[in-house]
């Protein structure tokens, strides 16, 4: 049995986790949750780098794993290159905005991004941007809107801090784009639990676009795993560096998943 290590700052890449179990059941998952140095959105870059370094070494000398995951935004945008310098015989798969996606669904070709401060200040985020404008069919507007301490309200689980930053971040957004906007790029792995209530600020109008579902079947192809299998998964293994208890809430509240976490000291 193939298995895949899986990282993030928290809980958030737990979506990501999600529609990994849905694609790849014959799949040991193995999620490490750096929850003690969360949110990563609003650290240095070295901060970040230094940390995606250290959540890997311990992936591989713990659990010999065929796949690296990085279900981080942030953590994608600012470590993937070093790591696959670091890491050259370990397929890795990073997350980004899924900013092409959200240009083929786009009729005003106004779209926003929600995401972390480092994702949407990285030279990663602006080369994709750059990439997407340029190729697009016609003209397209991209309006990114850091969300300062969302990921983190989701991560201490905080739903009134939740409700008001949600409505604080997308007033923003759409000011700055005139409500123009159609369609919304979720940025951050984090922000999927925070669906329902970005969707009531947003309007019925809007589309979220959310990247988990893509890096569950880029990581499927990355593995050469067939498309369709019977084989029954096994549980995945959660890890925290923070506080067990709470990736294990999370995971059940989130993913209907009735695994208990263990502490890491990556
Ligand atoms: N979930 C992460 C992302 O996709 C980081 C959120 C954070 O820790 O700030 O960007």
């Known amino acids: 049995m193939k298995t895949v290590g899986v990282f993030d700052s928290g809980v958030g890449g737990l979506s990501v986790l999600r529609a990994l179990l849905a ?16 949110p990563y959105g609003e650290r240095s870059a070295g901060k970040v780098v230094e940390r995606s370094g250290r959540l890997t070494a311990w992936l591989r ?11 981080c935004n942030t953590a994608t945008a600012l470590a993937i290159d070093g790591l696959r310098t670091t890491h050259p015989d370990l397929p890795i798969v990073g997350v980004e905005p899924a900013l092409k996606p959200a240009v083929a669904v786009s009729r005003t070709r106004a779209i926003g991004v929600l995401a972390t401060r480092g994702t949407l200040q990285s030279e990663r985020f602006a080369r994709l941007r750059r990439q997407v404008e340029s190729t697009a069919s016609s003209p397209v507007h991209f309006f990114g809107q850091p969300c300062d301490g969302l990921a983190d309200a989701i991560e201490r689980h905080d739903p009134p801090a939740l ?8 007033q923003a957004l759409l000011l700055q784009a005139g409500g123009d906007i159609d369609t919304v ?7 999927p639990f925070a669906e329902d209530l970005l969707k009531e600020a947003l309007g019925p109008r809007v589309t979220l676009i959310d990247t988990g579902v893509a890096v569950a079947r880029r990581t499927r192809d990355v593995l050469d795993l067939p498309h369709s299998s019977r084989a029954t998964g096994a549980p995945p293994l959660l890890f925290s560096t923070g506080d067990p208890d709470a990736l294990t809430q999370a995971a059940l509240r989130w993913l209907g998943l009735p695994c208990l976490a263990q502490r890491s000291r990556a």
Request: net charge positive; aromatic share 4%; hydrophobic share 45%.
């Open 23 to 38: 694609e790849l059941p014959g799949v040991r998952l193995v999620y490490l949750a750096d929850s003690a140095h969360a």
């Open 61 to 71: 000398a713990t659990h010999r794993i065929d796949a690296l995951v990085i279900a």
């Open 163 to 170: 409700r008001q930053l949600c409505h604080r971040h997308v």
């Open 185 to 191: 790029v979720l940025g951050c792995t984090h922000y």
